[in-house]
Structure formats: C-alpha cells, structure tokens
C-alpha cells in the first residue's frame, strides 16, 4: 500500500514538473529558450509516443482461426494473371528454360546411352538413324524444330545477354524491346533454316 502511495506522488510530482515548464516556455519563450527548447521536447515525446495495446490471451483451440481471420486481412501481392508481360522479362524465362532442356536432354541421352548395354537396349547410331528415318515427314519435322529452336534460341539470347551485360542496349527501353524481339524472330529462322538443312 505504502508503494502504491509513493508511486502516485513521484507521477504527481512529475506531471506538475512538465505543467511548470509549458507555463514558463509559453509565458516567456523568448526570455527562456532553454524551457521551449524542453517544452518542444517533450511535446514532441508526447505525440510520438508508441500506443500499447493490450494482448489477447488466444486459446490453443481458437489459435487456427486467429491466423486464418490475419491472413485475410492481408494485402495480397500481385499474381502472374494480372502481370504485364513484356517480350525481354519472357525471353529471360525463356533463356533459363531452354538451358534446362538442352542439358536435360544431353544428360538423359548420355545417362540412358551409358546404361543401355545393362538394360538390353541398342543405342547405336544405326539404330537410331533408322528409327527416325522410319517417322513420317510432319514427325521428323516436329522433332527437329523441338531440338533445333532451344538450341538457337539459347545461343541467340546468350549473345544479346553478354551484349547487354555491357550496358550498350540498356539507354534506351525501345531498343531493348526490338533487340528481344529480333532474338525471337532471328532464332525462329535460323531453326526453320537447321530443319530445311539438316
């Protein structure tokens, strides 16, 4: 009891301190500037001061239900739906995923060439010469553009990479646009052109 009284006297006495200082800062700023200079203080301390809620006691039953009411209050981040997309952010999606394809299919080709004997497969270049040679025209045609277009669009787009890497193309947003546009259509022909040759 005798604490709780003590207590009160020391807020007592500290809030009659700060009434003190604001009537001399505000009777006489200019005569005492040390006391504006503390009544700003603390008027300032006053109104930055942090508001402290009390915290809900949550029950270990009700706990699922507090973060599913959380997460829908929430902002929600942008989604792939209501993404613009732009020929250079796809060409760089683009650049990693034939990557993926060519040294996937190198190392399955690879992997499966080294354990046919084990398996009883035959592997060998004959073989497969005659295999594809049996496919129709539109499956050979189809094959080679799957194998063809990766390959000369991963080549093409890792030239403009290490093009603009330097920082040439980067001046202007029009000529980032046509150079990832020509990469496009440059490695389209240039894998009609494997097809028709090879």
């Known amino acids: 009891m005798a604490g709780s009284i003590q207590k009160n006297m020391m807020l007592m006495q500290k809030a009659s301190s700060i009434f003190s200082l604001r009537r001399a800062a505000v009777a006489s700023p200019s005569i005492t500037p040390i006391m504006g200079l503390a009544w ?45 997309w732009q020929v250079h952010s796809v060409s760089s999606a683009m650049e990693r995923n034939t990557g993926l394809l060519l040294a996937g299919g190198l190392y399955l080709f690879g992997t499966s060439y080294l354990v046919a004997p084990w398996l009883g497969w035959d592997l060998s270049s004959a073989t497969l010469i005659a295999a594809f040679s049996s496919l129709p025209v539109a499956a050979k045609v189809i094959l080679k553009l799957s194998i063809a277009w990766p390959f000369t669009f991963h080549l093409f787009n890792g030239i403009r990479y290490i093009i603009s890497s330097t920082g040439y193309t980067l001046n202007s947003r029009s000529q980032f646009i046509k150079i990832a546009w020509a990469v496009v259509g440059s490695s389209a022909l240039a894998a009609v052109g494997l097809v028709a040759y090879v």
């Open 40 to 84: 700003q203080q603390q008027v300032r301390m006053q109104t930055t001061k942090p508001i402290i809620t009390p915290l809900r006691v949550i029950k270990p039953e009700s706990a699922q239900e507090e973060l599913a009411r959380q997460r829908l209050q929430r902002p929600v981040a942008p989604h792939l739906s209501i993404y613009k």
